[in-house]
T-cell receptor, first 116, second 114 residues
Framework: GAGVSQSPSNKVTEKGKDVELRCDPI?????LYWYRQRLGQGLEFLIY????????KSGLPSDRFSAERTGESVSTLTIQRTQQEDSAVYLC??????????????FGPGTRLLVL | GNSVTQMEGPVTLSEEAFLTINCTYT??????LFWYVQYPGEGLQLLLK?????DKGSNKGFEATYRKETTSFHLEKGSVQVSDSAVYFC?????????????FGTGTRLTIIP
């Protein structure tokens, strides 16, 4: 079946504009994660959704960042009033369940965001 | 908190050389450990994993053993190929429910020259 998909693949925006990034997880996967990969750095956790539970937002770097998920399907990550330091590759991952540490997370190809 | 420290790159090896990429971790619980790989122009994909102490994960000729006593999960391959050129990330998930996010190392860029 299809893997995790993300759109757009690339986004160039001007400082101060809002952007929306989309993630379609693997069908049937109940857990969905957003990560950020800045140039030359490792991946940073941003937010995590598990079913109908309240999301874990502990990784969001500021209140300009928010995310929503519709049921157990698509998720949107929104960055308001973008800043140049928001430039990064935003990765989405999904896993079948989040019942512990053994579940493999499958990653999408990422959205490369450049804020000018 | 949890953290992962991995060997800094870049690493350049000749084809058929032996590879080791070191990875050590700090975790409060009983983590599962992962190696992810990112080939040029592609997304991040799971290479191998180990979920408990002394487990050995293996895939595509790569191996890593979960060593609780040294809190390590070093990646090894006996004979690398040009196609192994990629960025390798060590990661962990701490075991408690509700804490399933991956904590990644900074990545090691590996280049294999023919």
């Amino acid at each position: 079946g299809a893997g995790v998909s993300q759109s757009p693949s690339n986004k160039v925006t001007e400082k101060g504009k809002d952007v929306e990034l989309r993630c379609d997880p693997i069908s049937g996967h109940t857990a969905l994660y957003w990560y950020r990969q800045r140039l030359g750095q490792g991946l940073e956790f941003l937010i995590y959704f598990q079913g109908n539970s309240a999301p874990d937002k502990s990784g969001l770097p500021s209140d300009r960042f928010s995310a929503e998920r519709t049921g157990e399907s698509v998720s949107t990550l929104t960055i308001q009033r973008t800043q140049q330091e928001d430039s990064a590759v935003y990765l989405c991952a999904s896993s079948l369940v989040a019942g512990g540490s053994q579940e493999t997370q499958y990653f999408g190809p990422g959205t490369r965001l450049l804020v000018l | 908190g949890n953290s992962v420290t991995q060997m800094e790159g870049p690493v350049t090896l000749s084809e058929e050389a032996f590879l080791t990429i070191n990875c050590t971790y700090t975790a409060t619980g009983y983590p599962s450990l992962f190696w992810y790989v990112q080939y040029p122009g592609e997304g991040l994909q799971l290479l191998l994993k180990a979920t408990k102490a002394d487990d050995k994960g293996s895939n595509k000729g790569f191996e890593a053993t979960y060593r609780k006593e040294t809190t390590s999960f070093h990646l090894e391959k006996g004979s690398v190929q040009v196609s192994d050129s990629a960025v390798y990330f060590c990661a962990l998930v701490e075991g408690s429910f509700g804490n399933e996010k991956l904590t990644f190392g900074t990545g090691t860029r590996l280049t294999i020259i023919p």
